[in-house]
C-alpha cells in the first residue's frame, strides 16, 4: 500500500486546520480563458508563498553539511568502577542514539567527500538525561586556546573579499599559529578524505571526567573506531567524487541503513587518574596532543550501531543540536579551555539557529522526565510550560513536582578542582615539544605507507599560496623532519 496506489485524494487543509478545495491552483478573478488577476483573500496561495520564503532556518557556521541516523548504544563491558553513569553500567544495557556526522568548513549542499575534519554529534537518549558527545574524526584539533577558534574556522573558509577558498589565508593561519602542526599534519594524511561515513572513526579529542557517586573520578579519552576498518580516498579520487557524486557520503549511509547493512562502531576509553594527570608529561588539557596508546592502552567499552534512517531530514537531522555541556551524572568536564569555551558555544548557537526552547523538539527531547520550571516562556513554548508552578527559586507555595537528586552533575566535587591562581593570558608559545606528536604521526604514516600521499595532498593545496607563506610552511614542516619540509618543497615546486 504505497502512495501511488491511493484512491482516496487527502483533504487538504491550510496549516490551521481548515479545509482547502485545492492545492494546486490559485484563486483568480475572472473566467477561462481570459486570464484573470490573483486574489489576496487565497489565503492557501498567500500562505504557500510565504512559508516557502521561510522554509531555511540559520545555517551551522561551521558543520553545515552533514548526514544522520538513528541507532542504539550497547555496553559490552563492565566500567562500574570507573563511572556511575547508567547508561553505561550493565553489560547489555541498551539506549536509542542520533549521530549526525558532518563536514566541518563547507556550507550546506557542498560536497561531501572533500578534505576535512568530519564532526560526530552523537545524543543518547538516557534515563538521566541525554549524553551528548561532540567529537572529530581525528583525535587533536587545531588551536588550544578558544579565542583562535573562529580565527582556524574562518581561514578554512572563504576568503572575505573574494568569497573563495583561499590556501594562502589557510597556510597563513597555520605557519603562525604552528601549535596546529599535529592536527594539520592528521587533516592531510588520507584520513582527511574518508571513502564514507561508515569507515571513519571518532575521538573525544578533550579529556573528560568519568565520576562516581563517592566524589573520585578518572580522566578519559574516548574513541569510537568503525567495526568495518578505516577507508580513506586518495587525494585525487576525492576530488574527482566531489565533482561526480558530490552526496556520496549521505547516500551511502543511507542506502546501507535501508539494505539492513547497519554500521556499528566500538566505543573505547583510555583512563588516566588523576594523580597521574599531575605528572604526566604532557598537558592532558591540550587539545592539540593525543594521550599514546603505549602509555593509556584502549580498554572497550561499548557497541554503536545505526539502525534507522530519518523519516525527514529536517525534523531528524537538521534541527538536532548537541553540545558538550549536555552530561548526565558520572561523565563531567576537564579543565580544558577548549571544552569549557565550547559548552557555551554550543548551546549558544542552538539559541541562535533554532531559538530558546530548541530542546522540546522531537529530536532533542530526552526521553527522560523533564522538569525546569526556570526555563520557561520564550518563542515557540508548546509543551505545558510547568502551568502554576512557581517560576522563582525557593517557593514556599508548593506544587514543585521534582523528586529527582539534586546537584550530582557540574558539582565541584573534589579538591582537583579547587583551582586558585592570577588571571593571565593564555600561553601562546609553541616549542619544540609541540613538533613531538605529530614527528610520531608521520612515523605511523611510514609503517601504512602513506608518507607519499601526504607529501603529495599538502603540495596540492599549497601550490596556490603566496611564495612566502609557502616557504612558511616548508619550515614549519622542517621542525617535524627536516626531510619531510624538503619533500614537501620539492612536490609543491614541482606541482606549480
Ligand atoms: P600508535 O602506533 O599506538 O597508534 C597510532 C594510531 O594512529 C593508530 O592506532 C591509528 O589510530 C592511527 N593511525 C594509523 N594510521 C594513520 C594514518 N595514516 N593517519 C592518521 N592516523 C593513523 O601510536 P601512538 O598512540 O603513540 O600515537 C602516534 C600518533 O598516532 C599520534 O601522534 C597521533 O597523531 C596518531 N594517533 C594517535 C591516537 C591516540 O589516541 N593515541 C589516535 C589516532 C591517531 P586508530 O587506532 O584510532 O585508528
Known amino acids: 500500500m504505497g502512495s501511488l496506489t491511493q484512491i482516496e485524494p487527502p483533504t487538504y487543509t491550510l496549516a490551521e486546520g481548515c479545509p482547502i478545495a485545492d492545492p494546486t491552483t490559485a484563486q483568480r478573478v475572472g473566467s477561462q480563458p481570459v486570464k484573470g488577476l490573483l486574489l489576496l483573500q487565497d489565503t492557501q496561495l498567500i500562505e504557500t508563498l510565504a512559508h516557502f ?8 557556521v561551521v558543520h553545515a553539511s552533514a548526514a544522520g541516523a538513528w541507532g542504539e548504544f550497547e555496553v559490552t563491558h563492565d566500567i562500574s568502577h570507573l563511572t556511575s553513569a547508567k547508561f553505561l553500567n550493565g553489560i547489555g544495557k541498551k539506549s536509542n542514539v542520533l549521530l549526525r556526522i558532518s563536514t566541518v568548513g563547507p556550507e550546506r549542499g557542498s560536497a561531501d567527500c572533500v578534505r576535512d575534519v568530519r ?6 537518549f538516557t534515563e538521566e538525561g541525554n549524553q551528548d558527545w561532540v567529537f572529530n574524526s581525528i583525535p587533536v584539533f587545531f588551536v ?28 597563513d593561519f597555520h605557519v603562525n599559529n604552528p601549535e596546529s602542526i599535529h592536527a594539520t599534519m592528521a587533516l592531510f594524511s588520507d584520513r582527511g578524505t574518508p571513502a564514507d561515513l561508515r569507515h571513519l572513526n571518532s575521538y573525544s579529542g578533550h579529556s573528560y571526567k568519568f565520576t562516581k557517586e563517592d566524589g573520585s573520578f578518572s580522566y578519559v579519552r574516548i574513541h569510537f573506531k568503525t567495526d568495518l576498518g578505516v577507508k580513506t580516498l586518495t587525494n585525487d579520487e576525492a ?57 593509556y592502552p584502549l580498554q572497550p567499552v561499548g557497541k554503536l550501531t545505526l539502525n534507522r534512517n530519518p523519516t525527514n531530514y529536517f525534523t531528524d537531522i537538521e534541527q538536532a543540536a ?5 552530561l548526565v551524572p558520572g561523565i563531567a568536564p576537564s579543565a580544558d579551555p577548549m571544552l569549557q569555551a565550547r559548552m557555551f558555544a554550543y548551546p549558544d548557537a542552538a539559541r541562535y539557529r533554532l531559538g530558546a526552547n530548541y530542546q522540546q523538539l522531537p529530536c532533542n527531547h530526552p ?15 508548546y509543551a505545558s510550560n510547568y502551568g502554576g508552578d512557581p517560576n522563582y527559586v525557593r517557593a514556599s507555595v508548593k506544587l514543585v513536582k521534582y523528586k529527582g ?40 604514516m611510514a609503517k601504512d605507507n602513506s608518507q607519499d600521499n601526504f607529501v603529495y595532498n599538502v603540495s596540492q593545496h599549497l601550490q596556490s599560496a603566496a611564495p612566502h607563506v609557502q616557504q612558511g610552511a616548508f619550515e614549519m614542516f622542517s621542525r617535524v623532519r627536516p626531510d619531510l619540509g624538503k619533500r614537501i618543497e620539492q612536490a609543491t615546486t614541482k606541482a606549480v
Do not use: C
Request: glycine share 6%.
Open 53 to 60: 520564503s521561510r522554509e531555511r532556518i540559520p545555517e551551522r
Open 119 to 124: 564532526g560526530w554529534g552523537m545524543k543518547v
Open 144 to 171: 588550544r586556546d578558544p579565542i583562535k577558534f573562529p580565527s582556524v574556522n574562518r581561514s578554512h573558509k572563504r576568503h572575505p573579499a573574494t568569497n573563495v577558498h583561499d590556501s594562502t589565508m589557510f597556510w
Open 239 to 295: 576530488v574527482k567524487l566531489a565533482g561526480e557524486e558530490p552526496s556520496h557520503h549521505t547516500a551511502d549511509l543511507y542506502d546501507a541503513i535501508e539494505r539492513g547493512e547497519y554500521p556499528s562502531w566500538t566505543m573505547f576509553i583510555q583512563v588516566m587518574s588523576p594523580a597521574e594527570a599531575e605528572k604526566y608529561r604532557w598537558n592532558i588539557f591540550d587539545m592539540t596532543k593525543v594521550w599514546p596508546h603505549a602509555d
Open 322 to 326: 548537541f553540545s558538550p555541556s549536555t
Open 367 to 381: 526521553v527522560s522526565e523533564v522538569y525546569s520550571p526556570y526555563q520557561r516562556d520564550g518563542a515557540f513554548r
Open 405 to 444: 537528586k539534586l546537584g550530582a552533575n557540574g558539582q565541584a566535587d573534589e579538591a582537583h578542582d579547587d583551582w586558585i591562581g592570577r588571571v593571565s593570558a593564555y600561553s601562546s608559545e609553541v616549542t619544540d615539544e609541540d613538533y613531538l606528536q605529530a614527528a610520531a604521526l608521520w612515523e605511523v
